[in-house]
């Protein structure tokens, strides 16, 4: 069964802390994804990677840093956690293939920056 | 530029009865696929169907259903005999085949079932 898992739920942190979010999938996709969703404004992204060591720009990268180091492992960081980062963050993972795949998704870490 | 529209902050519908949640997009590239997501209050984001820019036929997953217009550049779901536990958010997406994968999503409607 395909799995993507995330490491919290739910994070409190104070403003200024470097927070890191990790995304883990067993299915061997090559691409991986990280949105942040807030009410209204659908989902947003944030990063992606196409394959180990690479990560591309999303939408909306400011304040945000990642790190793909093997495969299965994509990590979201927040360097200096600010208020207006508070969110709820999906990871996602898809295949490459002849077409874009479905994006399969983790069940989100709801962080909150006071 | 890449968008995708949902009009509808909030739709209700009888349970047993179909609903129709609207979707349009717009992009440039002639190749690209079409998404549906469910999100229930539990917040897991959950694949429903998808639809191939060039499929001849509209895609069909048990009771969702795609209704894609191409020259309308619209995608609705039909969602057929609502159940209780179609109750949710759900978002309409769309990947351009030249983007690696990259997905545009709307805002979202959220459903409610009324018993």
């Known amino acids: 069964d395909v799995k993507v898992t995330q490491s919290s739920r739910y994070l409190v942190k104070r403003t200024g802390e470097k927070v890191f979010l990790e995304c883990v999938q067993d299915m061997d996709h090559e691409n991986m994804f990280w949105y942040r969703q807030d009410p209204g404004l659908g989902l947003r992204l944030i990063y992606f990677s196409y394959d180990v060591k690479m990560k591309e720009k999303g939408d909306i990268p400011e304040g945000y840093s990642v790190s793909r180091e093997k495969k299965e492992r994509f990590s979201l960081i927040l360097e200096s956690a600010s208020t207006n980062q508070t969110s709820m963050y999906l990871c996602a993972s898809s295949s490459t293939g002849p077409r874009n795949y479905e994006q399969y998704f983790g069940p989100g870490t709801r962080l909150t920056v006071t | 530029a890449q968008k995708i529209t949902q009009t509808q902050p909030g739709m209700f519908v009888q349970e047993k009865e179909a609903v129709t949640l609207d979707c349009t997009y717009d992009t440039s590239d002639p190749s690209y696929g079409l998404f549906w997501y469910k999100q229930p209050s539990s917040g897991e984001m959950i694949f429903l169907i998808y639809q191939g820019s060039y499929d001849q036929q509209n895609a069909t997953e048990g009771r969702y259903s795609l209704n894609f217009q191409k020259a309308r550049k619209s995608a609705n779901l039909v969602i057929s005999a609502s159940q209780l536990g179609d109750s949710a958010m759900y978002f309409c997406?769309?990947?351009?085949?030249?983007?690696?994968?990259?997905?545009?999503f709307g805002t979202g409607t959220s459903l409610t079932v009324i018993p």
């Open positions: 997406a769309m990947s351009p085949a030249n983007t690696g994968n990259q997905f545009y």
